[in-house]
């Protein structure tokens, strides 16, 4: 389980060095102390001997105990031990909602039984780390849900057995960095790893566990980069005063309750939907983005930054999330969900008008809009030094390919799948995630086309488009048809794309290359791939196969990847070959109105008819066809005036809606009214002809009105 140590790399040992030179001990030393002190008094409220007899009440959230649970000890009152913020309360397994009711893992009859599992699954891993078996755990069902829980309360005990990193990712980050491989899918074992690396460094030796963790995180940021959200602090900022004087930020939605009290996003999803279903005269999309912005609260983690905005065109101030995370404050009269923030407001100003933000409380900061903003590229966020987050779509789709190696991304047409696809695979080529220049790329539309006209001219980015005609010979190889010199014509072996990328490939296996199909299911993928459907497989790379005519021993480097993209309103992704979408990961991509809302033309709130087109298309032809976003994009930007929306109304996007419903104007004239549609003469009405006319009839029918 828990891998060996190979040799740290010769100038990662220098970099440790050069960072261990700058740290300072002393404070180190004293931070230290202060957390033995809290871990001691953990220890001492809760002893080992205690857990095969403690009880719910002893153990849990969501109650009012005095001194404290465990769970509250180990998330909130011990935090300069080791930080295990973020996530839903589900993280505990066992606690009690702000309702009063209990919460706990599914596969349990009851809260007792549920408690008596998880109590007897810590005593266990607690007997098998005092034995040094830190393994065997991985083994105690009851606990696989709670992997940061476990790791706190394991560290609390033993701390001379593991450091104090609970998270998952930071863990992975130190060990890849370290230049050793690991079971990404065992916490304790990474745990052990890293500490048992560190131990290799002669000038870390000396130092405690507590030590090697606070030293840890000076020599290297394992969130490299950071999000950005702007959230209004009440309207017209009206709460701002209170928030920069608490170091907060805050928004409505009281009645929800507290957010920790929801074992995941869809569980909240479910209770705000019916908590504020009238209030959105129950839209299905509206209630769903609503959801999303206060969830957003108790995704956000220290280090991510904060915009607080006054309006469309000001930002108040810039904030960086520290570590008291999401509180819901009930000594708030109102707005009583808080996120604690460090303000900085030498970074407000009054800028360009953001109309997105007219409608919205909380909402990312796209790469594009961060240029807007602060001027410049997407490079450093301010007051951090990290790099600005990519767009989790991005990614998504780096995460598919280094562990896949191929992706298609799919969903109805337009929502920007070959646009995504096309900035993504520049993106890679650049270094992704892992170059803060990759990611300040994504916030100009110009440079990105330069970058992607400049590998478009080598074998590292390919662009091929299957169709029905489309063949193995164009793909891999086959014999070609050649003019002769007297006229006539000859068949000729020729490699196909794919073979000439492998083959570039393999002569610079460093440099990744990427090959981005476009409508992959337009063609008959079981041909054109052949025996290449085996060789794609992540763990298949390297291997060789004879090709049938050409004889050629044929491998696909492990440097090659595939992007590619699908349109599910010609095909359902249900209906695609077995093994393709075994080998592949999908990522659907649906229409997304948040670049809409805000935006008015002619009294027609864009986003909101766009949402609620869609909703009413969902439920007449299923969510395979809606109507993409993209529709409402012209050159790069979102059409504005009543004659450029009209325009696209009449021969956009009508026409397709009339092919989704096969010109049955009956249902038809449902969808977007008798104002438009008359079923009776199976006619479109005159109102399409006058654009302001138009966008009034449609924000009545579909409630979109700005």
Request: proline content about 5%; charged content about 25%; some cysteine.
């Amino acid at each position: 389980m828990t891998a060996s140590v190979v040799p740290i790399p010769d100038d990662t040992v220098k970099d440790l060095e050069r960072a261990f030179e700058t740290w300072d001990r002393t404070a180190a030393s004293s931070r230290a102390a202060a957390a033995e002190e809290l871990r001691l008094a953990f220890v001492e409220r809760f002893p080992l001997a205690a857990w095969p007899t403690m009880t719910l009440e002893q153990y849990a959230l969501g109650q009012t105990v005095d001194g404290g649970t465990v769970c509250w000890w180990l998330e909130f009152h011990t935090k300069p031990v080791a930080s295990m913020s973020g996530g839903s309360s589900a993280k505990h397994l066992i606690f009690k909602g702000s309702d009063g009711e209990w919460r706990y893992p599914k596969q349990y009859d009851s809260v007792e039984q549920a408690w008596r599992q998880v109590r007897a699954g810590f005593v266990e891993a607690f007997r098998l780390a005092g034995e040094g078996d830190a393994d065997a755990i991985y083994d105690i069902g009851a606990l696989y849900g709670a992997p940061a829980l476990r790791m706190k309360a394991l560290y609390m005990y033993f701390p001379n057995r593991f450091i104090p990193v609970c998270s998952f990712m930071h863990l992975h980050r130190f060990l890849e960095r370290l230049g050793q491989q690991f079971d990404a899918n065992w916490v304790l074992g990474t745990n052990v790893q890293l500490m048992d690396t560190l131990r290799t460094v002669p000038f870390l030796q000396p130092l405690s566990n507590q030590e090697l963790g606070f030293f840890l995180y000076h020599w290297m940021d394992p969130q490299s980069a950071a999000r950005m959200v702007k959230i209004a602090p009440g309207e017209s900022a009206r709460f701002w005063d209170d928030c920069l004087a608490g170091g907060y930020i805050c928004v409505g939605w009281d009645e929800i309750g507290d957010l920790s009290q929801y074992a995941t996003k869809d569980d909240f999803r479910r209770a705000f939907a019916e908590q504020f279903g009238a209030m959105y005269q129950h839209h299905e999309s509206t209630l769903t983005r609503k959801a999303n912005e206060v969830w957003t609260l108790r995704t956000l983690e220290p280090g991510d930054q904060v915009i607080a905005n006054r309006g469309i065109g000001e930002v108040l101030a810039v904030g960086t999330v520290n570590d008291r995370g999401y509180e819901f404050r009930s000594d708030r009269a109102e707005y009583r969900h808080t996120l604690g923030v460090d303000w900085d407001t030498s970074q407000g100003r009054m800028i360009e008008p953001i109309g997105a933000w007219r409608t919205t409380t909380v909402s990312k900061i796209s790469a594009t809009q961060y240029r807007k903003i602060f001027g410049g590229g997407a490079g450093t966020t301010p007051g951090t030094g990290k790099t600005l987050a990519a767009d989790d779509l991005y990614m998504d789709v780096e995460n598919a390919l280094r562990s896949r190696g191929q992706v298609v991304l799919y969903g109805p047409p337009g929502t920007g799948k070959t646009f995504l696809a096309r900035r993504a695979a520049v993106w890679f080529l650049e270094g992704a995630s892992r170059s803060p220049s990759a990611t300040a790329l994504l916030g100009d539309d110009t440079v990105i086309a330069a970058r992607e006209q400049h590998y478009s001219g080598t074998p590292q980015l390919t662009r091929v488009t299957f169709h029905p005609s489309y063949t193995y010979e164009d793909f891999v190889e086959g014999f070609r048809p050649h003019a002769t010199g007297q006229g006539g014509l000859e068949l000729r072996l020729a490699d196909g794309v794919f073979k000439r990328v492998c083959a570039a490939a393999l002569q610079a296996p460093e440099v990744p290359h990427v090959v981005l199909i476009d409508e992959i299911n337009r063609g008959n993928i079981a041909k054109i791939f052949g025996e290449l459907i085996t060789l794609i497989e992540h763990d298949k790379r390297g291997l060789t196969v004879t090709l049938p005519q050409s004889g050629d021993q044929f491998t696909v480097p492990a440097n090659v990847f595939i992007v590619a993209t699908m349109n599910t309103a010609d095909r359902s992704i249900q209906l695609l070959d077995t093994a393709l979408r075994r080998r592949f990961r999908f990522i659907e991509l649906m229409p997304d109105s948040e670049t809409l809302h805000g935006l008015d033309i002619a009294g027609l709130a864009l986003g909101d008819f766009l949402d609620h087109l869609n909703e009413t298309l969902r439920g007449k032809v299923g969510r395979d066809r809606q109507i993409g976003h993209a529709v409402f994009f012209q050159h790069g930007a979102v059409i504005n005036t009543p004659e450029a929306f009209a325009d696209v109304f009449r021969h956009e996007l009508l026409p397709l809606v009339q092919e989704y419903l096969y010109d049955n104007y009956t249902e038809l004239a449902e969808v977007f009214g008798p104002d438009i549609v008359d079923p009776d003469r199976q006619r479109i009405t005159a109102n399409l002809e006058d654009p302001v006319t138009l966008c009034a009839v449609l924000a009545e029918h579909f409630d979109a009105r700005s």
